[in-house]
């Protein structure tokens, strides 16, 4: 049973708080900005991701605050001076990047408090944290106010202008080495992800290719009480149905013939061991194999 919520009829502090619970992990812009004295600022934003290459550009949004309606001092300097640095944050930083969110007095330096090292930028004027893997320099193009009430979004729209990235961190092809970098991820309430160990798995990407779809799997598979719809999903990303040939070796299978020669199994018994056999096949990187096996008593 589902509970149906009408954001208009909730206070905004409560709907807040189902948007972090539930929009998440939400990549972090660790933002650093300046105002039009020289005064350095850093704060973390969680309403954040990139969505070009072309121009290559960034959005968050650094929001008025829902208690008292005021505007953050990164969204202040960005007036005043319209360039942001957005460094990356891993776990090694985090706690630091949590002490920057602190409210602390306008002018205040979170690098400073937070004890970070600010690096020079080569193009625009806020400082980098040298502390960061991976800082983006950005102009900022545009900035879209959606409301002008407590919790209303901000975007700042951005123009990357400089990428700097730790060669550590970096593949023998000059990509972002993705179990090395150890990113983190914002959930709700004082909750974070880390993206590191067992929480990283891959998924194939089917775009350059044909894929049979759940919905041209047998129905014995597709209405399986087993198997799981990642399984149903990884078997349906398979580009084509099984031939004869590899019918012909599921047959002869030495798993699949020691399920069908124990004679005590009901039909139903035999077939949930079979499913049970695909999730193996699939757990192993066995697609068309565990396909087959489907195919051969569907």
């Given at each position: 049973?589902?509970?149906?919520?009408?954001?208009?009829?909730?206070?905004?502090?409560?709907?807040?708080?189902?948007?972090?619970?539930?929009?998440?992990?939400?990549?972090?812009?660790?933002a650093s900005t300046i105002d039009s004295r020289g005064r350095q600022n850093l704060a973390p934003f969680s309403f954040f991701n990139a969505f070009g290459v072309n121009p290559a550009t960034i959005i968050f949004s650094p929001s008025r605050r829902g208690r008292d309606n005021t505007t953050k001092d990164t969204f202040n300097n960005i007036r005043e001076i319209p360039e942001v640095v957005i460094n990356a944050v891993t776990y090694s930083m985090v706690e630091?990047?949590?002490?920057?969110?602190?409210?602390?007095?306008?002018?205040?330096?979170?690098?400073?408090?937070?004890?970070?090292?600010?690096?020079?930028?080569?193009?625009?004027?806020?400082?980098?944290v040298k502390e960061s893997p991976?800082?983006?320099?950005?102009?900022?193009?545009?900035?879209?106010?959606?409301?002008?009430?407590?919790?209303?979004?901000?975007?700042?729209?951005?123009?990357?202008?400089?990428?700097?990235?730790?060669?550590?961190f970096l593949t023998s092809d000059g990509l972002i080495n993705t179990r090395m970098i150890d990113l983190v991820g914002r959930m709700g309430?004082?909750?974070y992800v880390r993206a590191n160990g067992q929480a990283l798995f891959e998924v194939e990407k089917p775009l350059d290719k044909p894929a049979?779809?759940?919905d041209g799997l047998p129905a014995s598979l597709?209405?399986?009480?087993?198997?799981t719809g990642n399984e149903l999903g990884k078997l349906g990303s398979v580009e084509s149905a099984p031939g004869p040939d590899e019918l012909l070796?599921?047959?002869?299978?030495?798993?699949?013939?020691?399920?069908?020669?124990?004679?005590?199994?009901?039909a139903d018994a035999r077939l949930e061991k079979l499913h049970l056999l695909i999730r193996r096949y699939l757990a192993d990187g066995r697609k068309r194999e565990a396909l087959a096996v489907g195919y051969l008593f569907s």
């Open positions: 049973m589902f509970k149906t919520i009408n954001p208009a009829d909730i206070p905004h502090a409560m709907l807040h708080k189902l948007m972090l619970g539930a929009i998440a992990p939400r990549p972090i812009a660790f630091q990047v949590s002490l920057a969110s602190t409210e602390f007095p306008a002018g205040v330096s979170e690098f400073e408090k937070s004890g970070f090292t600010p690096m020079a930028s080569e193009v625009v004027r806020p400082f980098r991976v800082q983006w320099e950005c102009k900022v193009r545009n900035v879209i106010e959606t409301g002008n009430g407590g919790g209303a979004a901000n975007l700042v729209i951005c123009d990357v202008v400089r990428l700097h990235a730790d060669e550590r309430g004082n909750y049979l779809g759940i597709r209405l399986s009480p087993v198997l070796q599921a047959s002869a299978n030495t798993d699949v013939k020691a399920i069908l020669e124990t004679e005590i199994l009901t």
